[in-house]
Each structure stands twice: as structure tokens, then as C-alpha cells.
């Protein structure tokens, strides 16, 4: 049996464009659904993670990794010390300030949501998961609460 445009399905531009909608429709509501805003790992060195991609990740410990880089092979000597520690900052130049700067912000923002241990994942600076190395994980755990108490 052929169906035509006399009722049982409607003309294929409006078919077309009816069905684009609803995919339109079920992309937002999936995505609004299941994406999440904000994430936020803490973790260490010793404690590696699998990451999704996009999360922003604070290493707890990169400001002593990279205190140690600047003084790796130092003389004893405290003038001569002082002279290649400067000479290391200048040749890193704005990017090593920035990498500096970013590690002791990152700490102090870890500080700031009052992590107690970590790893750590934060959805929406409002809901962490503990001990949970898969970041996708740890997310579709904290997707489930929120689906759970609308």
C-alpha cells in the first residue's frame, strides 16, 4: 500500500522538516540531560586518572614539581644557586610565570571547594565524587543523583 500526502503521512518537505525537529528536540533534551557545565579533577602525581578530554585537572602537587625542575642541579654555593635559578626563570620567560602562576591558583582553588581527598571530580562546583579515578565514571554517578532528585 502507497501512502500519500491524502492522510497518512504528510508531504515530504513537511515530513522533513517535522522529522529534523524531533531530532533537533531529542539532541537537546539528551545533552541538556546528560552534559555536564563544569568539571573539575584533583588529584596528584601518584594518583593518575582517566580522563574524558575537557575537564579542567589540578595537580596538587605540580608547584613543588616545578620548584623542583628550578633547582635541579644546584651548586652549593648560595650566590651561584641564585644566579642559574634566575637564569632558569629567564629563560622560561612569561610562560614559566604563567605555568607557576596557574599551579599555586589551581591549588588555591582546590583549597577553596574544601577538598578533603582526592582524586576528586567536581560537577558544577557543587557535587564531588572521592576516589574515583575514571572521570567519566565518577560524572555518570553524579548524573544519576541529579536525575534522581529532580
Known amino acids: 500500500m502507497l501512502f500519500s500526502s491524502h492522510g497518512f503521512l504528510p508531504d515530504s518537505t513537511s515530513w522533513q522538516s517535522t522529522a529534523a525537529a524531533v531530532v533537533t528536540g531529542l539532541c537537546m533534551v539528551l545533552f541538556s540531560r546528560f552534559a555536564v557545565a563544569d568539571v573539575l579533577v584533583v588529584t596528584d602525581s601518584r594518583h593518575p586518572l582517566k580522563t574524558m578530554g575537557g575537564e579542567r585537572v589540578i595537580e596538587l602537587d605540580l608547584p613543588d ?4 625542575e628550578l633547582s635541579a642541579g644546584l651548586s652549593a654555593d648560595p650566590g651561584q644557586a641564585e644566579t642559574i635559578v634566575q637564569q632558569r626563570l629567564h629563560d622560561g620567560k612569561k610562560a614559566l610565570q ?6 599555586y591558583q589551581d591549588v588555591a582553588d582546590a583549597w577553596g571547594l574544601g577538598i578533603a581527598k582526592i ?6 562546583r557543587r557535587y564531588v565524587i572521592y576516589g574515583e579515578p575514571d572521570v567519566a565514571r565518577a560524572t555518570a554517578r553524579i548524573d544519576a543523583y541529579r536525575n534522581a532528585r529532580p
Open 119 to 124: 582524586p576528586a571530580v567536581v560537577v558544577n
Open 65 to 68: 614539581r616545578i620548584e623542583a
Open 98 to 103: 604563567r605555568r607557576i602562576g596557574r599551579a
